[in-house]
């Protein structure tokens, strides 16, 4: 009588499976594009940030707060979420200035965002 074996197909008998690279498992795959990194405009991306600081230090001045790194969050938050409100409801501040527009949208977005903060917080 003959003896039977298993079948042993691509011969991996022994051997470990090689581990998935860590992007397999992970839930989100985050990419950079080089070129379009070089294309940013540093000084628009200065010039915000400079209009979210001061516009974090006019929100906390009004609705209390303090610390850089706080106005920097606050007024660059608050740009975004200012530029949608106004947009979205159609509100037009009347200024013409381009840079005091947005100081004053960022402004009135902080401050929403320091008064949700505080009633979630």
Known sequence: MAKTSKSNPGGTRGRRKAPE????????RISVDREALNALDKRAIAAQVG???????????LVGGSGLLHYVVTGL????????LLE????????RNQTASRIATATIGAMIVVVLARIIG
């Open 21 to 28: 690279p860590p992007s397999a498992w992970l839930p989100i």
């Open 51 to 61: 209009v979210g600081v001061v516009a974090g230090w006019l929100a906390s001045w």
């Open 77 to 84: 938050a608050g740009s975004l979420v200012g530029g949608f």
């Open 88 to 95: 979205r409801f159609g509100i037009d501040l009347g200024i």
